[in-house]
Structure formats: C-alpha cells, structure tokens
T-cell receptor, first 117, second 113 residues
Framework: GAVVSQHPSRVICKSGTSVKIECRSL??????MFWYRQFPKQSLMLMAT?????????EQGVEKDKFLINHASLTLSTLTVTSAHPEDSSFYIC?????????????FGEGSRLTVL | GESVGLHLPTLSVQEGDNSIINCAYS??????FIWYKQESGKGPQFIID?????DKRQGQRVTVLLNKTVKHLSLQIAATQPGDSAVYFC????????????FGTGTSLTVIP
C-alpha cells in the first residue's frame, strides 16, 4: 500500500530556533499534501493544504509566517516551524491523497513530535 | 474547519463483543467520510470510508453506517480484539471545497481481555 514517511520522528529544539519537518510519499505522487497538528489526547487539527508548485492554503487561525510550507516536488512537502516556542510543542502529522477525492485514500505519516525547550 | 464531534470520548468493551463508535457532523455538504484508527504515538491508519450516496459499507470486521438525515456516522467493530484498542476518529470531506479532511474529537476504545 501507499506509504508516507515523515522525518524526523522526534525533534527537540531550543526556543527561538527553526525546525523543518519533511513529508514524503514513497511510492506515489501527491500533488496535494496536508499538515495536521495534534495535542495530547486531542484530535487532529488541519493546519494547511500543501500544493505542489504553488502556495499552501492555510486554515483560519494558522499563522503562515510561523508555519512555512513548501511543496517543491510531487513527493515532498516540508513544514518549517519558525522561531519555535514552547507552545509550538506538538505532534505534527502529514498526509497525502493517493488517487482523486472520493476515490482514493488519505495516507498519513507516522508523525513528528516536536518539543521546544 | 467544520465541526465533527463524537458522542463518547471513551469506550470499554469486553474482548469478543461488538463495538459501536459514533460520530456527528455538522455540515450537510460533507459527502465523503473516513474512519481512522490511531495508536499511541503513531499516525492515523485508514479503516474504512463511505460516500454520501451510500448508507452502509462493510469491510473486514468493520461496518460504517451513514445517516445523512441526522448527520450521523457510526463504526461497528465485530468481535472486538485487544489489538483494536486505539483512538478512533471520523473525518469528513466537504464536497465543494477540495480534498481537505476535518477530524472529529476521537473516541478511545479499550478492549478488556
């Protein structure tokens, strides 16, 4: 089946630094990927839609300058948390749609746990 | 995002019993739904999906029921096993807004051996 890989799986950084998380579709091309954020014992919150070759679409309330998204190829999207602060500590999960809407599956990566000290 | 909520945040069942997890959604334009299972520290795993032109869909040990009249979705797991213990989410896709999926609150299922 389709596989989505995230890297790193865990990262710890100091407050004020920037952290980049990669999301790759390993055996299929994904023109659209999605980034979610999940706090402990809570649901996944959609942050943004990453579109290959164009700007990401952010959900209401998500700071685009804080969470930079780049979708440079059909198999790679990156999320950069800029000037990270402790409140940015969270589980970040990406997903990619294999196949068209309503016909394909939405595959998720294993998540990246960010801890900001 | 749209409001997609679950009625029960936790559910405990005996091994071998059937489990029913419920989900309510608020947007009548939602036309595609997916149930996901998430184990601790991992990403969600696809379980089963259903389109709004269907009322029921069955998979291996799982059945999803969709009631568009009351905007309600349920996931039934037959003969629940300890390996089914996880958090279950329903996610909805709104027909005319692209490929975004919005997740419900989640239900934590615990299977008692």
């Amino acid at each position: 089946g389709a596989v989505v890989s995230q890297h790193p799986s865990r990262v710890i950084c100091k407050s004020g630094t920037s952290v980049k998380i990669e999301c790759r579709s390993l055996d299929f091309q994904a023109t659209t990927m999605f980034w979610y954020r999940q706090f402990p014992k809570q649901s996944l919150m959609l942050m943004a839609t990453s579109n290959e070759g164009s700007k990401a679409t952010y959900e209401q309330g998500v700071e685009k300058d804080k969470f930079l998204i780049n979708h440079a190829s059909l198999t790679l999207s990156t999320l950069t948390v800029t000037s990270a602060h402790p409140e940015d500590s969270s589980f970040y999960i990406c997903s990619a749609l294999a196949g068209g809407r309503g016909t394909g599956e939405l595959f998720f990566g294993e998540g990246s746990r960010l801890t900001v000290l | 995002g749209e409001s997609v909520g679950l009625h029960l945040p936790t559910l405990s069942v005996q091994e071998g019993d059937n489990s029913i997890i419920n989900c309510a959604y608020s947007n009548s334009a939602s036309d595609y739904f997916i149930w996901y299972k998430q184990e601790s520290g991992k990403g969600p795993q696809f379980i089963i999906d259903i389109r709004s032109n269907m009322d029921k869909r069955q998979g291996q040990r799982v059945t999803v029921l969709l009631n568009k009249t009351v905007k309600h979705l349920s996931l039934q797991i037959a003969a629940t096993q300890p390996g089914d213990s996880a958090v279950y989410f329903c996610a909805e896709n709104i027909g005319n807004t692209g490929n975004q999926f919005y997740f419900g609150t989640g239900t934590s299922l615990t299977v008692i051996p």
